[in-house]
């Protein structure tokens, strides 16, 4: 479904159940994580990209406290009041929008002067790794933003967003997918800095386009794998905050070499997780200056070794995302490919040249069939503008 028809039939579901149009809209994008895995959290640095697709949430003040949210996909609808905003056991989809109210007003929604009527509708592929929890996440905070008056900075709301995903969601996730989609930018590759929260945009020429391969394994985050691949690099990092003669609080400040050095004193396991991120910085750096000389061909070769590190060293990979990539090898228009996002299954990102998008859509679903017997879905992704108010 296009975007405008997903606005359409917003509108159309609100105005039906409440007899008059939404007071604001808000849209949001989903993210591709291009560069850069699991980087985030160890306060390093990400390309990524929002893309154009995502959610849109329709929201009208109510007279009292009253809360109702409904999910115009399933319409199903959830009642509370400013009071009682919790985290729900049941249609777990209302705590993304749910925490977000929550953490807008600082954990205490009860002093919001009103409630709301809010309803939401996207068409971000769900378990596919393109962030349309943190596009649901984007799109409430920008509307209840504007509902209340309340202003914030982009960085601010990311982080509202992300609160949201860890206290109501339970996924411990950094900051990526939430500053993704508020800084996207049309044509353009957000850059971040996770340190000092710098998300600068880098313009994508038209001679190269990204292909995101959904895989049909299932990507779920809440289950403790992102978790417990966190925990690791929290432990190295402590560990070579330790031994290194200089301060290290994440795994940011650790180099390749410090790594080859002295990863002997870890714990197998944790030391391989560490390795990932150390490495997806120093790509990232690499890839800033690729990119500035034009070279897709050696940044697309840097996408390629992201993902051999996934595979082997952070262990976020599966059978179908690993095949998707080694397909994408055979390829010649196919600069680069790799897992986008917390991985465990949901989609590849390839950088493709987009003449070539049918014969590699093509190359690609013929061997996976062969392989899985199901098909996989290829589809190009523009670079997208980041979240905006679009009425109200
Ligand atoms: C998920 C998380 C992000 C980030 C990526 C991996 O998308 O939500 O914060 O950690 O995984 O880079």
Redesign the pocket.
């Known amino acids: 479904m296009q975007n405008q028809e997903v606005y359409d039939e917003l509108i159309g579901k609100f105005q039906a159940m409440y007899g008059e149009k939404p007071q604001i809209v808000a849209y949001a994008p989903g993210r591709i ?1 291009v560069l ?6 160890n306060e390093g640095y ?1 390309f990524s990209s929002a893309i154009d697709k995502g959610t849109f949430f329709a929201v009208s003040p109510t007279a009292d406290a009253t809360c109702e949210l409904t999910a115009a996909d399933l319409m199903e609808t959830a009642k509370f009041t400013t009071a009682t905003c919790a985290p729900a056991k049941e249609m777990t989809w209302q705590n993304y929008v749910n925490g977000t109210f929550n953490w807008l007003f600082d954990g205490n929604p009860a002093a919001a002067p009103h409630g709301w009527k809010g309803m939401f509708l996207g068409n971000i592929p769900l378990g596919a ?1 393109l ?1 349309s929890s ?1 596009a649901l996440e984007m799109c409430t905070v920008l509307a209840l933003s504007k509902l209340y008056g309340i202003e914030k900075d982009k960085t601010t709301m990311a982080k509202i967003g992300q609160k949201a ?1 860890h206290t109501f969601a339970g ?1 411990p ?5 939430q500053a993704s989609s508020m800084y996207g930018q049309e044509g353009a590759l957000v850059e971040s800095d996770f340190r000092t929260n710098v998300f600068k945009t880098v313009s994508m020429g038209p001679t190269v386009a990204f292909m995101m391969v959904k895989s049909n394994a299932k990507h779920a ?1 809440v289950d403790g794998a ?1 978790a417990s691949r966190r925990k690791a690099c929290e432990d190295a990092a402590k560990y070579f905050a330790g031994i290194l003669r200089k301060p290290v609080t994440h795994l940011r400040d650790v180099t390749m070499a410090e790594w080859v050095l002295y990863h002997g004193g870890l714990d197998e396991t944790v030391a391989k997780r560490a390795v990932h991120p150390i490495g997806e910085d120093e790509r990232v750096l690499q890839g800033a200056e690729l990119l500035a000389k034009g070279d897709l061909k050696a940044f697309g070769a840097l996408m390629f070794d992201s993902h051999e590190s996934s595979r082997h060293w952070f262990e976020n990979s599966c059978e179908e995302l690993d095949a998707i990539v080694d397909i994408a090898k055979t390829i010649p228009e196919v600069y680069g490919a790799r897992l986008s ?3 465990f299954g949901g989609s590849c990102c390839l950088l493709v040249d987009p003449t070539a998008a049918d014969k590699i859509a093509a190359t690609i679903t013929a061997a996976y069939k062969a392989k899985f017997g199901d098909e996989p879905v290829c589809q190009l992704i523009k670079p997208s503008q980041g979240a905006h108010i679009v009425q109200g």
Do not use: M, P, R
């Open positions: 994580e850069g895995n699991h980087t985030d959290y990400v790794g962030s943190a995903e996924c996730c950094g900051l990526l997918d985050l992102y996002g917390g991985g």
